[in-house]
C-alpha cells in the first residue's frame, strides 16, 4: 500500500512521526525510531526562555549587564540552564548530527512567546540542516486587560519574524483556546504557515492541599484526548489551505485511522512511544496499512479527509447538535 504523505512540501514515506519530545535528544534514539519507521522526526524544543538565558549570561559575562540589571525577570520562574538538554549552540549542532545519523527529515521545534529572539535563531536553524521548523506558540493569556486580538497579532509577529529569517516550510504548533479557530488559521496561512499542528496539551498544575502549593504536573495522554482534535481537524480540513498535523491522543491504529479520516495529513506520536517504546511506531504503520487493504481502499488519499466538514454526510455532528443530542440522549 502506498502511504506516501507530502507534508511542508516533504515527501514522506507514510504519515505517522514520533512528535517532539525527550526521546529525540539522543542520537541513538532518533536512530531507533528510524529503524522503527518513522517517517520524519520532530525535535524537542528550543525554548525561548534557553534562548534569552543564554544571551543574559552572555552579556553579563561581556560585562555589559550589571548584577542589578533585571531583563530577564520576567523569565525568573524558570530553569537555570543545566536544566535543559541543550542549550542554543547544542540544539544547532544536534539538529546537524541528526541530520547526519538519518535519512528522514528532521523538524526542528522552536517554543516561542515574543518575536524578537529568533531573528537570528531561526537562520542558524535553517544552516545548521533542518528540514522544516515546528514554532509552538505556547501561550497562556492571564493579563485582564489583553484582548484576544492582540494575543493572535502577537503570534503572527513571531510567525512573521521566524519566516523573515528562514525560509523553511514553518508549521505552527498550537493549544486549542480561540475564540475563531478557523479564522486565525486563515490568517496564519496567509502569513506564510504551511501546517498546523493541534494541539498542544496543558500540563494543568494541580493543588497539593497538605502544603498548599500548586504542583506542577504532567501525566502522559491516553486516546480520550484525541476527540478535541478530530473536531478541529474535521473543521479546518479542506477549508483553510495549510497541511494538519495531529499530536495528542493518538495511541492506536483506530487512532491515527480516525485522524486522518477527520482531515489530518499526518499524526504526531509521543505519550505512546514513551509509554511503549519507539517499536510501537511500527505497529501503528502496520495496523493503517492492514486497514486500507481490508477495507479495499486503493490509496491514502481517499481515505484521507472523508469525514471532515466538508465531506461528511452528516457535518452538524460536529457541531452544535452534537451538544445538544449528546446532552438530550445521555443515558442511551
Ligand atoms: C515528556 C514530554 C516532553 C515534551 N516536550 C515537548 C517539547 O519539547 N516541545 C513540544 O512542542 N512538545 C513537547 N511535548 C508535547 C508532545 O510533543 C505532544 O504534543 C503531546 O505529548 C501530545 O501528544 P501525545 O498524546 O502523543 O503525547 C512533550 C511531551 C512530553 C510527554
Redesign the pocket.
Known amino acids: 500500500m502506498n502511504l506516501t504523505t507530502n507534508y511542508l512540501g516533504l515527501q514522506l514515506k507514510h504519515p505517522i512521526m514520533p512528535?517532539?519530545?525527550?526521546l529525540t535528544n539522543r542520537l541513538a534514539c532518533i536512530r531507533e525510531l528510524e529503524d522503527a519507521g518513522a517517517s520524519a522526526i520532530?525535535?524537542?524544543?528550543l525554548?525561548e526562555e534557553q534562548v534569552r538565558l543564554t544571551q543574559t549570561e552572555r552579556l553579563r559575562l561581556e560585562n555589559r549587564l550589571s548584577e542589578t540589571d533585571n531583563t530577564n525577570d520576567a523569565f525568573a520562574f524558570f530553569e537555570g540552564s543545566d536544566a535543559y538538554a541543550f542549550g542554543p549552540d547544542e540544539y544547532l549542532e544536534h539538529i546537524y548530527r541528526a541530520k547526519v545519523a538519518v535519512d528522514i527529515p528532521i523538524i526542528a521545534?522552536l517554543?516561542a512567546r515574543t518575536p524578537t529572539t529568533w531573528v537570528d535563531f531561526a537562520r542558524s536553524v535553517q544552516q545548521a540542516g533542518a528540514d522544516a521548523i515546528?514554532l509552538?506558540l505556547?501561550f497562556l493569556p492571564t493579563d485582564p486587560d489583553t484582548d484576544g486580538v492582540a494575543i493572535e497579532d502577537r503570534m503572527l509577529e513571531i510567525v512573521t519574524s521566524v519566516r523573515q529569517n528562514s525560509s523553511l516550510p514553518l508549521a505552527v504548533?498550537l493549544s486549542p483556546f480561540f475564540s475563531s479557530l478557523p479564522h486565525f488559521a486563515n490568517r496564519l496561512a496567509a502569513a506564510g504557515v504551511k501546517s498546523i499542528?493541534l494541539?498542544?496539551?496543558f500540563y494543568q498544575p494541580d493543588i497539593n492541599v497538605r502544603f498548599r502549593e500548586v504542583a506542577p504536573k504532567?501525566e502522559?495522554?491516553?486516546s480520550s484526548?484525541?476527540l478535541l482534535r478530530l473536531r478541529w481537524l474535521a473543521i479546518l480540513s479542506g477549508r483553510v489551505p495549510v497541511d494538519l498535523a495531529v499530536?495528542?491522543?493518538?495511541?492506536t491504529p483506530n487512532d491515527v485511522i480516525k485522524s486522518l479520516l477527520a482531515g489530518a495529513d499526518t499524526v504526531?506520536?509521543?505519550?505512546?512511544?514513551?509509554r511503549y517504546g519507539p517499536q510501537h511506531l511500527r505497529s501503528l504503520v502496520n495496523g493503517l496499512t492492514s486497514y486500507l487493504e481490508e477495507h479495499r481502499f486503493r490509496s491514502l488519499a481517499e481515505l484521507r479527509g472523508k469525514l471532515n466538514l466538508v465531506n461528511t454526510a452528516n457535518p452538524e455532528a460536529y457541531e452544535r447538535a452534537n451538544y445538544v443530542h449528546s446532552l438530550l440522549f445521555w443515558d442511551r
Not at 512528535?19 to 525527550?22: D, F, K
Not at 499530536?247 to 495511541?251: E, F, N, S, V
Not at 504526531?268 to 514513551?274: D, E, P
Open positions: 512528535g517532539a519530545s525527550p520532530v525535535l524537542a524544543s525554548f521545534s517554543n515546528e509552538n505556547y504548533k499542528v494541539f498542544n496539551r504532567l502522559l495522554s491516553d484526548e484525541l499530536t495528542g491522543g493518538a495511541h504526531q506520536v509521543v505519550s505512546a512511544l514513551l
